[in-house]
């Protein structure tokens, strides 16, 4: 198929159902811009839309960051045009065409690439979200995360480290593990078994000030039972299937911890807040502190390969599909 195509699911079910469709191009309305996509993210919650572990209208175009050139503006844009690249976070973004509010794009500075952008636009200002905004990290805080050579994670591991706090990290190999300390955690902790008990011992029997949970279901209660009292417990992803409901008395058992499962949207919901937490990203980025770990591409119309990979945890780092 030649010409702007969208990939598209009208079911659920495993990656054959995302299916490669002509794409109809329409000039932008008032305060949107079209961008010819250079490059897509790939995130996990792009699985859950596809298997229906989060809910979709269909047909529905996965997807939920990229970065691309401006091709065209709507009346009332002013802070854009043609030629600019840009990088946002937003649905429908397996396509090689966008069309989305102006005012949602981010103009990207020289010196980070389509491809960088695309790789943390939603990862990074989802690492941002939960090291600055929820419960904010400070210097001497310790910290257990989950997945951490992962898309969110490989950016969460250096990022934390970079605050002043430890890292404890819980991964599912000796490679990746190494990986995790050249991202600056402390220690690594290789499997799924007593996960708490081994965080407890690193840390004197006192425990973690927070648990950054992207895993879900089978690490869900690890995570509660690795915190200090007053900890904080903030899960962000469901990997292994979504955790089993929590009854507060397990809060108040563990010592007044606090639970939180953020979304993203909810914390970049006015331009304000977006300029905010991309100035930070951008400003980790140029400085070093972050790097867009790439740690595979595949072309979009290859995107169930992508999310096979995905999926069988083979994939470390960021994950990118070529337009």
Avoid: C
């Amino acid at each position: 198929m030649s010409g702007p195509y969208a990939i598209r699911i009208h079911e659920t079910g495993g990656p054959d159902v995302l299916k490669k469709e002509p794409l109809d191009l329409k000039p932008p309305g008032h305060g949107e811009a079209l961008v010819r996509q250079s490059a897509v993210g790939l995130n996990f919650i792009d699985t859950y839309f596809r298997t229906g572990l989060y809910p979709a209208k269909f047909p529905f175009t996965p997807g939920g960051e990229g970065a691309g050139v401006v091709e065209a503006v709507g009346d009332g844009v002013t802070h854009l045009k043609p030629g600019d690249r840009v990088g946002y976070v937003a649905s429908g973004t397996y396509a090689t065409h966008v069309t989305l509010p102006a005012a949602n794009l981010l103009p990207l500075p020289d010196g980070i690439s389509d491809e960088d952008a695309a790789a943390v636009m939603l990862k990074g200002l989802t690492a941002w979200m939960l090291l600055f905004e929820i419960r904010p990290i400070r210097k001497g805080d310790t910290l257990l995360v989950w997945a951490p050579v992962g898309g969110v994670g490989s950016l969460l591991v250096p990022w934390a480290v970079s605050l002043g706090a430890r890292v404890i990290a819980v991964t599912s190999s000796d490679k990746k593990a190494d990986m995790a300390r050249a991202a600056g955690a402390s220690d690594v902790i290789v499997g799924y078994d007593n996960v708490a008990e081994q965080v407890k011992a690193l840390t004197d029997g006192k425990g973690v000030d927070v648990a950054l949970d992207s895993v879900g279901k089978i690490s869900f209660d690890a995570s509660l039972s690795s915190l200090k009292p007053r900890g904080w417990m903030i899960s962000y992803g469901n990997a292994s299937g979504a955790a089993d409901p929590v009854p507060p008395g397990r809060l108040a058992q563990g010592g007044s911890l606090v639970l939180t499962r953020p979304t993203l949207f909810n914390f970049i919901a006015t331009p304000e807040a977006l300029a905010r937490g991309a100035g930070l990203l951008f400003g980790a980025l140029k400085d070093g502190t972050l790097k867009a770990d790439i740690g595979q591409r595949f072309a979009l119309e290859d995107v169930a390969d992508a999310h096979r990979a995905l999926e069988s945890g083979k994939t470390t780092g960021a994950t990118i599909l070529v337009p």
